[in-house]
């Protein structure tokens, strides 16, 4: 069913601005949280507990994020803290007023959550994990000075029919997501070093393994991708881990996905 034409309209226009990654004192774009019935566990080093999560672009017309720029869960976003307690009980609780959002790197296709360990220790919890449910967005902090702020109607546009376009083209479409989600877990589940022992091919997929991928075809769609990063010397010859490697092949498949929900836009449908 097509949207109405007034929003098209609306969208339309934005889409035929340029965007850049220079400095900027406006508004970043707003992301999608891609969907994820599993949780996904958080690592706890140096104080904090953190993992990278999987996101797409909703303003093709906004600035592309940098490292780090802050942003925060939309209003009516549903972005759970999975607490596990000392006693080995599970305690489900809203994310929002206790994590940290963070662009994992320059561009719109990852971004970092974390909770400060002394946080996770206040809640009472030994370990935690994070659920991402439906249509979830991610809007950016405000900027003092902002010269083009997200408005009310950016929000809503956001928040509302893109994110409801892009659930249907991107977290729930024909083209394989699930790929990506996979290329997500085997990154969190790998270190961010360089690893130079005579085995660390073996162990680093051991290491990989052990978190469990459900069923025989993701693991075997989780152990190409592994590979591939090994094929050609790409990772002893290149310098870089094989956690580098894999957000690589990750940021390039989320941005196919990405072009697709754009033409969707374009083409009102």
Not at 110 to 136: C, D, M, W, Y
Not at 154 to 163: C, H, Q, W, Y
Not at 240 to 260: F, T
Request: glycine fraction near 8%; include cysteine.
């Amino acid at each position: 069913m097509s949207w109405p034409t007034k929003i098209f309209t609306i969208i339309a226009a934005n889409c035929a601005a340029v965007f850049s990654l220079g400095p900027s004192q406006a508004a970043t774009q707003s992301l999608a949280l891609l969907e994820n019935s599993e949780s996904t566990p958080l690592v706890c080093e140096a104080g904090i507990c953190k993992a990278e999560f999987s996101t797409f672009c909703l303003q093709k017309e906004r600035d592309l994020p940098r490292a780090g720029d802050p942003y925060h869960v939309a209003t009516g976003g549903a972005v759970t803290l999975v607490l596990t307690l000392a006693n080995g009980t599970l305690k489900r609780i809203p994310a929002n007023s206790h994590v940290i959002i963070k662009a994992a790197r320059s561009g719109h296709t990852a971004v970092t959550i974390e909770i400060p360990h002394a946080k996770l220790s206040g809640l009472g919890a030994q370990s935690v994990a994070i659920e991402v449910g439906e249509r979830v967005a991610l809007m950016p902090d405000p900027i003092l000075g902002d010269d083009n702020p997200q408005t009310a109607q950016d929000k809503r546009l956001a928040t509302g029919p893109l994110r409801g376009l892009g659930q249907k083209v991107v977290d729930t479409g024909p083209h394989d997501a699930d790929r990506v989600r996979l290329l997500n877990r085997l990154i969190n589940a790998l270190p961010n070093s360089i690893e130079r022992q005579a085995d660390a091919r073996q162990s680093l997929w051991r290491r990989a393994a052990a978190t469990g991928f459900q069923t025989f075809q993701r693991t075997r769609i989780a152990k190409a991708e592994y590979d591939a990063c090994w094929q050609d010397r790409v990772v002893e010859l290149y310098g870089y881990s094989v956690r580098h490697c894999l957000q690589r092949r990750h940021d390039g498949l989320m941005w196919q996905h990405v072009k697709r929900y754009w033409g969707a836009v374009g083409a009102g449908s």
